[in-house]
Structure formats: structure tokens, C-alpha cells
């Protein structure tokens, strides 16, 4: 057995994309093209509008806040939520009050197999 640490202090913090009060500490990233990382959103953080370089999962695993598209409305987002974005999808994503999620990252993902949708119709 191995034990690990992936604290926010360990990780790095972004500042791309006008990004503010996010640190991001990476967990898996095999040679394939696929990554898994811890985000860390401070109060009144934003992670700045970018596309997706692949197809991304963001998995809020305490707090809230929001995430919209490019030309959308901000959508409220909290613990227990997973959100979805295509590859070259442009999206932000921020909070108030402070968050951290597991984000998912990697070509061919299909988050509908295991997870229920919160909207109507899909």
C-alpha cells in the first residue's frame, strides 16, 4: 500500500483564461489521452471561459456555485452534481462561496451511461 496527498497547497494554481482563486492538483494522467484532477475554487473564484481541449466531466464534491457555456446563462451547480462538456465547448465555471470537484477529462467520454440527467428529454 502506497498513501498519497492531494492538497491544495500541493497543487497549481491557474491563472489562464482570467482564472482567479482556482488550483487544480492533477491525480491520474496515464500515456493515453485521458486525466483526472482535484479542483480547488476559492470564494468569489472564477475559472475563466475556454474551450474544452477534450470531452470534460466536472464531478462537484463539496459546495457550489455555477457553470454556464459561452453566450448562456450561469447554471447553479452544487455537491453531487456532474456536468458534462464536448470537445471545443466553450464554458466557465465559478462560485461564491467556495467549491472543489473531480474533473474528468479524455476523449469518447459518455457520462449518460451511468448518470441520471437533471434535464428534461436527454
Given at each position: 500500500m502506497k498513501i498519497y496527498e492531494f492538497t491544495k497547497e500541493s497543487g497549481k494554481t491557474i491563472t489562464r483564461f482570467n482564472s482567479s482563486g482556482v488550483t487544480i492538483h492533477p491525480l491520474l494522467k496515464p500515456d493515453s489521452p485521458f486525466q483526472i484532477g482535484y479542483f480547488y475554487l476559492e470564494a468569489k473564484s472564477v475559472l475563466g471561459m475556454h474551450p474544452a481541449m477534450?470531452?470534460?466531466?466536472?464531478?462537484?464534491?463539496?459546495?457550489?456555485?455555477?457553470?454556464?457555456?459561452?453566450?448562456?446563462?450561469?447554471?447553479?451547480?452544487?455537491?453531487?452534481?456532474?456536468?458534462?462538456?464536448?470537445?471545443?465547448?466553450?464554458?466557465?465555471?465559478?462560485?461564491?462561496?467556495?467549491?472543489?470537484?473531480?474533473?474528468?477529462?479524455?476523449?469518447?467520454?459518455?457520462?449518460?451511461?451511468?448518470?441520471?440527467?437533471?434535464?428534461?428529454?436527454?
Open positions: 477534450c470531452d470534460q466531466v466536472l464531478m462537484i464534491t463539496s459546495g457550489n456555485g455555477w457553470v454556464r457555456v459561452k453566450d448562456g446563462e450561469k447554471r447553479p451547480v452544487k455537491a453531487g452534481m456532474a456536468v458534462y462538456w464536448s470537445e471545443g465547448e466553450d464554458h466557465e465555471s465559478g462560485t461564491e462561496t467556495g467549491m472543489t470537484a473531480i474533473v474528468a477529462e479524455g476523449s469518447d467520454l459518455d457520462p449518460k451511461r451511468f448518470l441520471s440527467s437533471l434535464q428534461p428529454g436527454d
